[in-house]
Every structure is written in structure tokens, then in C-alpha cells.
């Protein structure tokens, strides 16, 4: 059973920083992606940023490029996002989630992955 588990977030200032992270465990496939996506209120979720875990090609919104990095952490099978230069529009939920994928692509939509965690929450307040 594939379970994922954020943490990392918070309430801070405009420009100010924050890292999430997202631990996952049960994952059996051998290739596989990892994305945030993020929902503030009264919105549809967005992704974020995405990764191809078995050679780390990256894909991020128009709107975070520049500013949030996507990495994988090894040491917990899992995967952070480093979110700099933050703005109160970056409030939302944000949401870690996996599937397996060809990498053929770097999958963004929400319909590309199976596998959710609960979310953790951003704010940011001018």
C-alpha cells in the first residue's frame, strides 16, 4: 500500500522560504514520478513541479519557475520542494503525489497520478 506523508509547512512573510517534504513508502514500481501540485481556496488543483525519479528531469509551472526547486531525497524514498521568494499567491494546500510513468514525458496533471498524500499547508502573508 503506497502511502505519502508531507510536511514542511507554515505561515511566513512575503519573500521568506520554505522546503516541504514528502516520504513515501510501498512503492514497488521501478520507474516512477513524483509531483506537488497545490489547491488554494476556491480553485482547481495545480501542479507544481514534477520529477522522473530514475534520472531526476524536472518539470515546474510557469508560475514557480525560478523560484521553488524539486529534488529527490534518497535517504527517505521520498522527494522536497524547496519554495524561495514566496508570494501570497503561493497560499494553498499543497499536496505530494506519485504513480508509475513511462519518462517518457514529465507528467503535471492531476489525472497522472494515482497516489496522494493528505497535504500540508502554505501561507503567505504580505
Known amino acids: 500500500q503506497v502511502q505519502l506523508v508531507e510536511s514542511g509547512g507554515g505561515s511566513v512573510q512575503v519573500g521568506e522560504s520554505l522546503r516541504l517534504s514528502c516520504v513515501a513508502s510501498?512503492?514497488?514500481?521501478?520507474?516512477?514520478?513524483m509531483a506537488w501540485f497545490r489547491q488554494a481556496p476556491g480553485k482547481e488543483r495545480e501542479g507544481v513541479a514534477s520529477?522522473?525519479?530514475?534520472?531526476?528531469?524536472?518539470a515546474y509551472a510557469d508560475s514557480v519557475k525560478g523560484r521553488f526547486t524539486i529534488s529527490l531525497d534518497s535517504a527517505k524514498n521520498g522527494v522536497s520542494l524547496q519554495m524561495d521568494s514566496l508570494k501570497p499567491a503561493d497560499s494553498a494546500m499543497y499536496y505530494c503525489a506519485s504513480d508509475w510513468c513511462t519518462g517518457v514525458s514529465i507528467p503535471m496533471k492531476e489525472s497522472d497520478f494515482g497516489y496522494w498524500g493528505h497535504g500540508t499547508l502554505v501561507r503567505v502573508s504580505s
Open positions: 520529477i522522473v525519479t530514475v534520472d531526476g528531469r524536472t
Open positions: 510501498g512503492f514497488t514500481e521501478s520507474q516512477y514520478c
